[in-house]
């Protein structure tokens, strides 16, 4: 029995039809692996301070985060989307639980400067808390992840869910961890690039091949990958067959990164 750590991005969780696929997809994985989700939500998080005239950056991926974003941003993915997914995966009779890093202590995290610079309640991990989670797989529970965590200063953090989920994965010593984003994969001239090695990525960024949301997504990927996650893939969503083909098909329809 496999453990996989599924990150699935702010697009998947905004379309109603592919949330009734994943939960069909999980549902063909079951018997056999022990899936974890971690999502995002970075589509519902623009749409709300867009309500709020609120506007946003990003330096290198990271949403700068300030004290009202930051309650924003958990209300948004700790509770709309979070639900949404537990919903839909119950809707699909999967047993589910959802929380987010601040519950049981699943996270602990702490200011993360980026360069030297502070860009506010942005957070990165330095404890996971495996018991919760182990908790939920001797209980037959499917666990949905929200990444807001907390610190042990008692203030709430903004974590990028790709780092959530390569922690998570690292902690929990994943076999596999499959980013699903809007993308079918990372792509380089207009192409999706079937294998990227570790060693590559800090050149792709610097030359602008990959930008925005990638960067992170790139940074965690290669640090599960040196962390002994054995398989770490990103891919985009092919229906309910998604995850079943990513985990047994052999051949990633995204791409793999490796050491
Ligand atoms: N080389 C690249 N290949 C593919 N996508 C890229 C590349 N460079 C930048 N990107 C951008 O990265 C985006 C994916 O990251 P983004 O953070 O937006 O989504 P996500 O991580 O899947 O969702 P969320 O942030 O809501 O969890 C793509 O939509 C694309 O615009
Ligand atoms: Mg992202």
Redesign the pocket.
């Known amino acids: 029995m496999g453990t996989v750590v599924i990150k699935i991005?702010?697009?998947t969780v905004d379309a109603s039809g592919l949330l009734q696929e994943l939960g069909k997809s999980i549902k063909e994985i079951i018997h056999n692996d022990f899936p974890v989700i971690v999502h995002?939500?970075?589509?519902d998080i623009a749409r709300q301070l867009d309500l709020l005239n609120k506007e946003f950056t990003f330096v290198e991926?990271m949403r700068v985060t300030d004290a009202q974003m930051v309650n924003v941003v958990q209300m948004v993915l700790s509770g709309d989307v979070n639900k949404r997914i537990v919903n839909a995966l119950l809707m699909e009779k999967v047993n589910t639980i959802g929380f987010s890093g601040v519950d049981g202590g699943l996270f602990t995290a702490s200011k993360m400067l980026i360069k030297g610079q502070d860009i506010g309640f942005v957070g990165e991990i330095n404890s996971v808390n495996k018991e919760i989670i182990t908790f939920c797989q001797q209980a037959k529970l499917t666990p949905v992840i929200s990444p807001v965590s907390r610190g042990e200063d008692g203030a709430i953090y903004n974590v990028n869910?790709?780092l959530a989920a390569s922690e998570l994965a690292m902690a929990i010593k994943a076999d596999d961890l499959i980013f699903i984003?809007?993308?079918p994969g990372?792509?380089?001239d207009k192409k999706v690039r079937r294998s990227i090695k570790t060693s590559e990525i800090e050149e792709l960024i610097s030359a602008g091949?990959?930008?925005?949301?990638?960067i992170p997504?790139l940074r965690s990927a290669a640090e599960a990958v040196h962390k002994g996650v054995k398989r770490v893939h990103i891919c985009g969503w092919n229906g309910s067959r998604t995850l079943l083909n990513e985990l047994t098909g052999g051949e990633c329809a995204g791409t793999v990164i490796h050491s």
């Open positions: 991005g702010g697009s995002g939500g970075g589509k991926g869910a790709d984003s809007d993308v990372v792509m380089i091949h990959v930008t925005g949301g990638m997504k």
